[in-house]
């Protein structure tokens, strides 16, 4: 479980952060077909105290649908499955990448098992700031999900004048781990 402290420090540095351009600060999208995935990490999340809203979607072609209609509200930060049935998590990613309003939003790519160089070559290619594996436990997610939000706020925090992410900012998170 997580320290009360490890939670005090996100929310201290999240309060003392000024807000991204953006107005949806509280956001978090998470696309995933699998429910208990996302089940799992609404439950994470919840647990944390931290003041976010998930929006959590089945699969792509949802959030395409969404911001076709324009009642897709940009998200603070977006983990996105790439295994998924119909539209991959790598065509939702080069998609949303072309759409000026997505271009500073970290996108963390999530994969079922440990992914080949291959992959994560080209989730850096298409734009991913980070990826993770699917964590085995409820802590690893917590701990996971704290790591992200931590060095988002930080890279906003740094990066305001800037629209994109450097790829030097990509993180690898692997059960709780960061490797910047």
Known sequence: MLSKAHIRTILTT???????????????VLVDDDQDDREFFADAIASLDIPFTLHSYKNALEVVS????????????MFLDINM???????????????EQFRSVPVIAIYSTSSDNEDINKSIKLGANGYITKPTSFQNLQSVIVDVTIDNIKNRAHNSKKANFDQKNFIILQN????P
Do not use: C, H, W
């Open 176 to 179: 709780s781990y960061i490797e």
């Open 66 to 77: 969404e911001i076709q209609s324009g009642s897709f509200n940009v998200p603070y930060i």
């Open 14 to 28: 999240f309060a003392k952060t000024p807000p991204p351009m953006d107005t949806n600060l509280k956001n978090v």
């Open 85 to 99: 049935p119909g539209m991959s998590g790598f065509e939702l990613l080069e998609m949303i990448r072309n759409m």
